[in-house]
């Protein structure tokens, strides 16, 4: 059962904008911590971004250009990208339900962006 839908990834180039969305199964995303993290070629799993007890937090390498939001009504994470650089090119993930960062009950498929020069 899929219980998180990534989606809005895609080409853009450098100083372009996405918006990546993520659609839970259910009320997943009301709960404990959820994160948008990412994954580049030959290189760990990081964070960008979470909310933890409605308090947003960021990596130093996206504060001030990405903006994580949620809309409990709708159970959708999204993430807000602005001023795209190609070393933000990566397989993006959602997660919910973490206790703490990287350790997330529920996992999205990974959506693919690409930010070209």
């Known amino acids: 059962q899929v219980l998180l839908v990534e989606s809005g990834g895609g080409s853009v180039q450098s100083l372009g904008s996405l918006k990546l969305s993520c659609a839970a199964a259910?009320?997943?995303?009301?709960?404990?911590?959820v994160g948008w993290y990412r994954q580049a070629p030959g290189r760990d799993r990081e964070l960008v971004s979470r909310?933890?007890?409605?308090?947003?937090t960021y990596a130093d390498s996206v504060k001030g250009r990405f903006t994580i939001s949620q809309d409990n009504t709708k159970n959708t994470l999204y993430l807000q990208m602005n001023s795209l650089k190609t070393e933000d090119t990566a397989v993006y993930y959602c997660?919910?339900?973490?206790?703490?960062?990287?350790?997330?009950?529920?996992w999205g498929q990974g959506t693919q962006v690409t930010v070209s020069s």
């Open positions: 909310i933890s007890v409605g308090i947003a």
């Open positions: 259910g009320s997943i995303i009301n709960g404990r911590g």
């Open positions: 997660a919910a339900d973490c206790a703490v960062p990287h350790a997330c009950t529920y």
